[in-house]
């Protein structure tokens, strides 16, 4: 029996993208892309998934095959009692936790972080600001068990994780080859875009080294899905006379460059809504 394993916790329905797992990518579902990633770690990989959204995930028995793979289904509502039922289901001592939106799992990176883990009995394990995509849990299973039963519905487990692991956590620094700005998270459709770009570029067997190399030479590409670092709105209800001025503010701001402006107007019944619309014309 293992002492470790992959779980990918998955769900079919998103409110971002349509079918999120099964979304095509370089002709395979996002899904397999990240089994086949997971499954060249050596360990062994289990899906687990809403018993009601099971059916959508059948077709990987088939894909996978006489591989260290399981699918498992249990609780529709609660991820960290379908995870918890799921690693107690293989065994594990420990399990590498991975959300279905992140393929670029790496296999380098995975050994450091669970070896850094294990090797100190710690509760949690993490990399330190990994770059959006690449992101990994390393959790003794016994924490997960416990936290599984003293919170409902949770959604974001690794807070639940926290609270009950009473050991210092584990949070290695990423290694210099893989820093990087670029975004490889799969979670609006300008992201499915992008990666689909770069899978037909380089195929669909390139490691996360080239992949930021390639961003690196071809950063219109990583322009695709690239998300401002801040937001400025303005809302107006009836503000024909201050909405310009307001405006202007914005567009002669120097202190940063790298952000999104959105006006939103309130049913006005003068002329902010076509002011708006001239700036946005502009």
């Given at each position: 029996?293992?002492r470790?394993?992959?779980?990918?916790?998955?769900?079919?329905?998103?409110?971002?993208?349509?079918?999120?797992?099964?979304?095509?990518?370089?002709?395979?579902?996002?899904?397999?892309?990240?089994?086949?990633?997971?499954?060249?770690?050596?360990?062994?990989?289990?899906?687990?998934?809403?018993?009601?959204?099971?059916e959508?995930?059948?077709?990987?028995?088939?894909?996978?095959?006489?591989?260290?793979?399981?699918?498992?289904?249990?609780?529709?509502?609660?991820?960290?009692?379908?995870?918890?039922?799921?690693?107690?289901?293989?065994?594990?001592?420990?399990?590498?936790?991975?959300?279905?939106?992140k393929?670029?799992?790496?296999?380098?990176?995975?050994?450091?972080?669970?070896?850094?883990?294990?090797?100190?009995?710690?509760?949690?394990?993490i990399?330190?600001?990994?770059?959006?995509?690449?992101?990994?849990?390393?959790?003794?299973?016994?924490?997960?068990?416990?936290?599984?039963?003293?919170?409902d519905?949770?959604?974001?487990?690794?807070?639940?994780?926290?609270?009950?692991?009473?050991?210092?956590?584990?949070?290695?620094?990423?290694?210099?080859?893989?820093?990087?700005?670029?975004?490889?998270?799969?979670?609006?459709?300008?992201?499915?875009?992008?990666?689909?770009?770069?899978?037909?570029?380089?195929?669909?067997?390139?490691?996360?080294?080239?992949?930021?190399?390639?961003?690196?030479?071809?950063?219109?590409?990583?322009?695709?899905?690239?998300?401002?670092?801040?937001?400025?709105?303005?809302?107006?209800?009836?503000?024909?006379?201050?909405?310009?001025?307001?405006?202007?503010?914005?567009?002669?701001?120097?202190?940063?460059?790298?952000?999104?402006y959105?006006?939103?107007?309130d049913a006005?019944?003068?002329?902010?809504?076509?002011?708006m619309?001239?700036?946005?014309?502009?």
């Open positions: 029996m293992e470790i394993g992959i779980v990918i916790l998955s769900r079919v329905f998103s409110d971002r993208v349509h079918k999120k797992p099964l979304s095509d990518i370089n002709g395979k579902s996002l899904i397999e892309h990240l089994v086949i990633r997971c499954l060249a770690t050596g360990l062994p990989v289990c899906v687990a998934v809403p018993e009601n959204e099971y959508h995930y059948t077709f990987l028995l088939a894909v996978f095959s006489g591989q260290m793979f399981t699918l498992f289904c249990g609780d529709e509502k609660n991820p960290l009692k379908r995870m918890a039922d799921a690693i107690s289901l293989n065994g594990w001592e420990y399990a590498i936790r991975v959300s279905h939106d393929i670029f799992l790496e296999k380098s990176l995975v050994s450091m972080v669970v070896s850094a883990t294990m090797g100190s009995n710690s509760d949690y394990g990399l330190k600001n990994p770059m959006d995509g690449i992101h990994f849990e390393v959790i003794k299973s016994d924490v997960i068990r416990e936290a599984s039963k003293n919170y519905s949770v959604e974001h487990i690794t807070y639940a994780v926290k609270l009950i692991s009473k050991k210092e956590i584990i949070e290695l620094p990423v290694p210099t080859e893989f820093h990087s700005d670029h975004r490889l998270l799969i979670d609006y459709p300008n992201d499915l875009k992008m990666i689909n770009l770069v899978m037909k570029s380089l195929g669909n067997d390139t490691t996360l080294s080239e992949v930021l190399s390639f961003l690196d030479q071809h950063y219109w590409v990583s322009k695709i899905n690239r998300r401002p670092i801040i937001t400025v709105y303005t809302c107006g209800y009836n503000a024909e006379k201050w909405i310009s001025k307001a405006m202007g503010s914005i567009s002669m701001q120097q202190n940063f460059s790298n952000f999104e959105i006006l939103i107007d006005s019944r003068d002329a902010t809504p076509a002011i619309q001239k700036s946005v014309s502009y």
